[in-house]
């Protein structure tokens, strides 16, 4: 019957080594643009991208902590769109700031629908939220209540 054997020092070392090998250098916010820059002027020239990859690219993106960047997506589309090179990204991140811990978070944000303005009653009703003072102009010229 086999034996588990624990591993051999040399390769209990090697891990170790391996591990203090990581590269961790410092991120500064204009060489993590600079390099998203570089990124997706490849990734748009590159036979396998399309417009959809644009979108994602051309994003803002924030450094949060030291180690990980920040995009605003506005949809679960966008999030599959960075999905299909999220890895690609990482790993060219990692290799051009010289940092291995390199993380990417999305922050999902909700764009705000505007209540579209119809009729002339609710023009007025906006009009007037913004400014009482419409209100007793109306008052004063004698204007309908049903504008």
């Given at each position: 019957m086999?034996?588990?054997q624990e591993p051999s020092s040399s390769e209990h070392e090697g891990a170790e080594k391996a591990e203090e090998e990581k590269k961790?250098?410092?991120i500064i916010l204009e060489s993590l643009k600079s390099a998203?820059?570089?990124?997706s002027d490849q990734r748009l020239s590159s036979e396998n991208a399309?417009?959809?990859d644009r979108i994602i690219l051309n994003k803002e993106v924030r450094l949060v902590e030291e180690t990980t960047v920040e995009i605003t997506i506005t949809n679960q589309l966008e999030k599959d769109i960075l999905g299909?090179?999220?890895t690609d990204l990482i790993q060219f991140l990692r290799e051009q700031l010289k940092n291995d811990f390199i993380k990417i978070n999305t922050q999902l944000k909700q764009i705000e629908e505007s209540k579209k303005l119809y009729t002339s009653k609710d023009k007025f009703d906006?009009?007037?939220?913004q400014n009482?003072?419409?209100?007793?102009l109306q008052e004063k010229l004698?204007?309908?209540h049903d504008v």
């Amino acid at each position: 019957m086999p034996t588990l054997q624990e591993p051999s020092s040399s390769e209990h070392e090697g891990a170790e080594k391996a591990e203090e090998e990581k590269k961790n250098e410092t991120i500064i916010l204009e060489s993590l643009k600079s390099a998203w820059s570089k990124f997706s002027d490849q990734r748009l020239s590159s036979e396998n991208a399309n417009e959809s990859d644009r979108i994602i690219l051309n994003k803002e993106v924030r450094l949060v902590e030291e180690t990980t960047v920040e995009i605003t997506i506005t949809n679960q589309l966008e999030k599959d769109i960075l999905g299909r090179f999220e890895t690609d990204l990482i790993q060219f991140l990692r290799e051009q700031l010289k940092n291995d811990f390199i993380k990417i978070n999305t922050q999902l944000k909700q764009i705000e629908e505007s209540k579209k303005l119809y009729t002339s009653k609710d023009k007025f009703d906006h009009m007037v939220s913004q400014n009482n003072n419409l209100l007793l102009l109306q008052e004063k010229l004698g204007l309908d209540h049903d504008v």
